[in-house]
């Protein structure tokens, strides 16, 4: 009796293993054939899209792109904006390098020592999809090139490779739109190859990377390349640029101070520790 009790513990054991065990299998399909409906809902022309890799790294990572409808609801609920602040607007695609965002977002995001805000900062990319950085940060975009609103700053990031963002119309014609709007527009490391693409900083002086000036000038002659290696920021008119990476700090930094005061920018930079950075020695 005693071993029948056992023999029938075992068989129940046996089949609830293998109904679980089944289970996961049913989901992996399932969110196989998710992806799939939403790569032909979303992603039909990997050239069009500032984010063509963005499909492989959400299944490597276990993420789902949005259907249609969460879309429509996520446009619908946008990040709210203070009327009376100039908007500062950053673009994400995938491969961005992270700096280049956070540096700008580090920046302008800060209260002054009353506490009073500046700034609306807010993220654009092409679509509500994740955006994965070069590092590996997965974000997500508070408006899209479609419903962002007027910019009084735009600040152009880069990826390492920036081929696929320069073929791309979609985020070219934006650059060329709101640089009608922006008092200023800013290019980070090799960002600038969307401004020489966009056409708008012709006859303009801009610096790119430390080792990209001589290609940045030979692919868009009319711009003014400067000496990468000597000069880590540019300013021409409405237009300026950085080497990239921290050096995005430059860019954001001089910004700031024409867009509020020396002194804002001073507690900024005392806010973030810079001098500490600066003065570090092991």
Same mark, same amino acid.
């Given at each position: ?6 023999? +029938? $513990? +075992?068989?129940?054991?046996?089949? /609830? ?14 969110? %196989?054939?998710? !992806?799939?409906?939403?790569? $032909? ?11 063509? @890799?963005?499909?492989? @790294?959400? %299944? ?16 619908? #609920?946008?990040?709210?904006?203070? =009327?009376?602040?100039?908007? !500062? ?12 965002? +956070? %540096? =700008? ?13 500046? &700034? ?9 999809? &994740? ?9 997500? =975009?508070?408006?899209? /090139?479609?419903?962002?609103? #007027? ?30 709007? +922006? ?26 990377? $430390? ?9 868009? =002659?009319?711009?003014? !390349? ?20 921290? %050096? ?15 002194e804002h920018r001073e507690f900024v930079e005392?806010? /973030?520790? /810079?001098? @500490?950075l600066q003065n570090w020695k092991k």
């Open positions: 009796m005693k071993n029948l009790k056992i023999i +029938t $513990i +075992t068989l129940l054991a046996t089949i /609830l293993v293998s109904c679980n065990s089944e289970k996961p299998k049913e989901d992996t399909k399932s969110t %196989a054939k998710m !992806v799939s409906e939403n790569q $032909i809902e979303t992603n039909t022309d990997p050239l069009a899209s500032c984010s063509p @890799r963005i499909l492989e @790294r959400n %299944a490597e990572s276990g993420l789902i792109l949005l259907t249609e409808t969460q879309k429509t609801k996520l446009s619908e #609920k946008l990040k709210k904006l203070n =009327p009376d602040l100039p908007i !500062v607007g950053l673009l994400m695609y995938d491969d961005v390098l992270t700096t280049e965002l +956070t %540096a =700008p977002m580090d920046v302008f995001t800060k209260l002054t020592k009353e506490g009073k805000q500046l &700034f609306n900062v807010i993220t654009i990319a092409e679509t509500y999809d &994740f955006i994965v950085s070069e590092e590996g940060l997965k974000m997500f =975009p508070d408006y899209t /090139l479609e419903n962002a609103p #007027k910019l009084d700053i735009l600040i152009v990031p880069s990826a390492y490779d920036m081929s696929l963002q320069v073929k791309n119309k979609n985020l070219v014609d934006f650059i060329k739109s709101q640089n009608n709007n +922006t008092e200023y527009t800013v290019s980070n490391c090799a960002g600038a190859t969307l401004i020489g693409e966009s056409g708008i900083a012709d006859g303009k002086k801009i610096v790119t990377w $430390i080792g990209g000036g001589e290609d940045l000038q030979k692919n868009y =002659p009319n711009l003014k !390349v400067q000496d990468d290696g000597n000069i880590s920021y540019m300013e021409d008119g409405k237009f300026l640029s950085s080497n990239g990476n921290l %050096a995005s700090y430059i860019s954001s930094l001089e910004l700031l101070e024409k867009l509020s005061s020396k005392s806010y /973030l520790y /810079l001098d @500490r």
